[in-house]
């Protein structure tokens, strides 16, 4: 089955500062990969996310890369604020149709200090 | 946006006791619903599969008789932990996936407590 690495656990950033979340897959039949973003003891959020037929997708202040190549995604946030701190989940799945069985990575606890 | 609702937001039970918590599609017809456990300050596991009108597909090492999973409609699938024990206290997530387009989306979770 897939396998979802996540790098690194925890990552704490000056407001304004870029921040960087990696991910690695194992099934490369996995072509949806989504990002959430989860408060404490809330429902995940989906923030972004990119298919395999796309390389590199923004939104604002939020991009995401994927290489499927190499196999590894990544999130990229600039001009971080301190409402940004949350902890951040990749995932991938097969997707497609009615499948978006995701298999997520352990997550990114993302601290934003004003 | 859709909207997918889950109840109770949060149970406390007595071991050995049988806890429901039902999964809503409000606004869509779900042809399928996954469930996930999130321990604390974890990531979120998926438990088992639901099809509307089938038997749950369960992930390795989740006991099926203990984890109860019914999709009787395209709107709702319900999660039945029975006999609970202390260990099974957990934030319990369902999800559900649009009908035809596939687009998922989170209900708002359940926090199970059992004493």
């Known amino acids: 089955g897939e396998n979802v690495e996540q790098h690194p656990s925890t990552l704490s950033v000056q407001e304004g500062d870029s921040a960087v979340i990696k991910c690695t897959y194992s099934d490369s039949a996995s072509n949806y990969f989504p990002w959430y973003k989860q408060e404490l003891g809330k429902r995940p959020q989906l923030i972004i996310d990119i298919r395999s037929n796309v390389g590199e997708k923004k939104d604002q202040r939020i991009a995401v890369t994927l290489n499927k190549t190499a196999k590894h995604f990544s999130l990229h946030i600039t001009e971080t604020q301190p409402e940004d701190s949350a902890v951040y989940f990749c995932?991938?799945?097969?997707?497609?149709?009615?499948?978006?069985?995701?298999?997520f990575g352990k997550g990114t606890l993302l601290t934003v200090n004003p | 946006g859709a909207v997918v609702s889950q109840h109770p937001s949060w149970v406390i039970c007595k071991s050995g006791t049988s806890v429901k918590i039902e999964c809503r599609s409000l606004?869509?017809?779900?042809?399928?619903m996954f469930w996930y456990r999130q321990f604390p300050k974890q990531s979120l596991m998926l438990m088992a599969t639901s099809n509307e009108g089938s038997k749950a597909t369960y992930e390795q090492g989740v006991e099926k008789d203990k984890f109860l999973i019914n999709h009787a409609s395209l709107t709702l699938s319900t999660l039945t932990v029975t006999s609970a024990h202390p260990e099974d206290s957990s934030f319990y997530i369902c999800?559900?996936?649009?009908?035809?387009?596939?687009?998922?989306?989170f209900g708002e979770g359940s926090r199970l407590t059992v004493l």
């Open positions: 999800s559900a996936s649009r009908r035809n387009t596939g687009e998922l989306f």
């Open positions: 606004d869509f017809q779900a042809t399928t």
């Open positions: 995932a991938a799945s097969p997707g497609g149709g009615s499948n978006y069985k995701l298999t």
